[in-house]
């Protein structure tokens, strides 16, 4: 009888043991499926992330193709699967969920509206996607306290379970001692089949309780209450792994925030560099138009000149057709009269001289004037680049949303000192042509002055032939020659002080090659800047 009642007694306890080995079943199963659950949901919020990209990327360019159009749709129809996970997730666990599902509707409903009719005001749309980034952020908080709160629960579960294992430990051990009493036969069999398999267990519940996630769980297609515990194990450690796997991808938020900041810190050092590059361009922008300046005044004086030598030339030529009304005096003074044409002639050859270096010189502005417009050309190049880049930069802050406002504000800044320098060099660019257009001017007068003292060298040279087949000459005839020699003497100054004014629009093509040479080195350390950003960019 006493057998009998110590039998009912294992029994019972026995009973009791299996009836909590299926609850612990039960809950594992649940908490397993909330694990599964969160992991939908987890990678929900990556679809969430994507889904904004998309949005931005609709939004700020209305005309993209119908591939962004398609990663708008597919995205939102992978969220329609994140609600369904939302839906699924015992509320027990996380009473917040029903908010945060309502809030999720509202955001894809607020992403479609955005990326289907964006606003046609840039401010109007820059306000927009600010609000809409800040509804994903809090989304993301949403999300951060719904993994807390799942995470605590799994925690519970995890500790309950442990404690649970440790009581049924406690019954077995009774239920072997009472099987002891029973048969000593029966003792060694339940200490092989039951003591030693849960006691592996505890251990393996150790273990995983440290963080080791690598264990092996034996036992699990057992049919009877050790395989129940060995799946109860099993459960535990796929949850750990879990909570691992969301605190690794925690700490990859931190990473991603340490990198955020990092490429802030290149934008404020690459906005410095730039802004003392622009303000050193500004000051060879007014040096260029002072110099344009004075090669304006040199083209001027330069013609002045020629006019004068013009006009000198003609009135030596009508001085020297009076002879024909003096010929018979020309005998007595043939030898005064030849020496003083040779004295002509030499003139006429030093202003040939003369006015072949000046065309030489205005040859020289005018290539300088050309070379000049392709540095010109080269900077407004670069301008264009920048206005490229900037366009890109601010397409790329507001795909990062908040933290990529403050670059969103320097990428509009370069964008805009972009358009000034390129507005700047066309200014400078017509001043040059101006330059150009007059030493082209220039040297075409140069080449009808050179014609003109040919010509007066072909006079001078047939009045001496004349001179010399004379006999008579008269009072008339000298005072004529006297009159030509003054001319060619006022043509020589004339051709002087051209000269002189050549030289000096030599001297300010020289400066402005010179600035022109700094600007372009300006030029190249501004792109050098953009490439060293754009590095620091990438390797952030």
């Not at 101006?434 to 003109?452: L, N, P």
């Amino acid at each position: 009888m006493v057998v009998g009642g110590v039998a009912l007694l294992a029994l019972a306890v026995g009973g009791s043991a299996i009836m909590s080995t299926y609850w612990l079943m039960a809950s594992v199963a649940s908490t397993r499926e909330s694990a599964h659950n969160l992991d939908g949901f987890y990678r929900g919020v990556i679809d969430v992330q994507a889904f904004d990209r998309r949005v931005i990327r609709k939004a700020m360019d209305p005309a993209a193709g119908p591939g962004v159009t398609d990663d708008v749709r597919t995205t939102r129809e992978k969220l329609n699967g994140t609600l369904q996970f939302l839906a699924s997730i015992d509320p027990v666990l996380a009473p917040e969920v029903p908010a945060l599902r309502d809030r999720l509707v509202q955001h894809i409903a607020d992403g479609s509206a955005l990326a289907d009719r964006p606003p046609t005001d840039p401010a109007d749309l820059l306000r927009r996607i600010d609000g809409y980034t800040d509804d994903t952020r809090q989304l993301g908080r949403m999300a951060a306290e719904l993994r807390g709160q799942i995470g605590d629960s799994l925690d519970a579960a995890s500790a309950g379970a442990a404690s649970f294992a440790q009581r049924l430990r406690f019954a077995t051990v009774l239920a072997l001692l009472v099987t002891l009493l029973l048969a000593g036969q029966l003792y060694r069999y339940l200490t092989r089949s039951i003591s030693r398999p849960i006691s592996q267990h505890i251990d393996l519940l150790q273990r995983i309780a440290s963080g080791d996630t690598s264990v092996g769980v034996p036992g699990l297609r057992r049919p009877d209450e050790i395989g129940t515990l060995a799946r109860v194990v099993e459960a535990l450690r796929l949850q750990t792994e879990l909570k691992n796997e969301l605190d690794a991808k925690v700490r990859a938020g931190a990473v991603e925030k340490e990198r955020q900041t990092r490429i802030e810190t290149a934008i404020h050092e690459f906005r410095l560099h730039v802004a003392s590059a622009l303000e050193r361009m500004g000051a060879f922008t007014a040096s260029f138009e002072g110099l344009a300046g004075e090669l304006t005044q040199a083209a001027q004086i330069v013609d002045q000149h020629t006019r004068s030598a013009a006009m000198s030339a003609a009135q030596t030529s009508k001085d020297v057709g009076s002879i024909d009304h003096s010929a018979k005096q020309l005998e007595q003074s043939v030898e005064k009269i030849a020496t003083q044409i040779g004295e002509a002639s030499g003139i006429v050859r030093r202003a040939t001289e003369m006015t072949t270096v000046t065309q030489g010189s205005i040859s020289k502005l005018a290539a300088s004037g050309a070379r000049i417009e392709s540095v010109l050309a080269l900077i407004q190049s670069i301008a264009q680049q920048t206005n490229l880049l900037a366009l890109n930069a601010t397409i790329e802050a507001a795909r990062a949303g908040e933290a990529g406002r403050g670059f969103a504000v320097v990428a509009a800044e370069v964008k805009s000192l972009a358009a000034a320098t390129a507005k700047a060099t066309d200014g400078i660019t017509g001043t040059v042509h101006d330059i150009v257009g007059s030493g082209a001017q220039a040297v075409q007068a140069m080449a009808e002055i050179d014609s003109i003292v040919a010509e007066i060298s072909g006079v001078t040279d047939q009045i001496a032939g004349a001179i010399e087949q004379q006999t008579v000459a008269t009072a008339e005839i000298a005072s004529s020659i006297s009159s030509a020699a003054a001319g060619a003497g006022q043509l020589d100054q004339s051709l002087a002080l051209t000269a002189g004014t050549a030289d000096g629009t030599s001297v300010a093509a020289m400066r402005v090659l010179a600035d022109a040479r700094e600007m372009g080195q300006l030029a190249s350390e501004f792109r050098t800047s953009v490439d060293r950003f754009l590095r620091e960019v990438q390797a952030a």
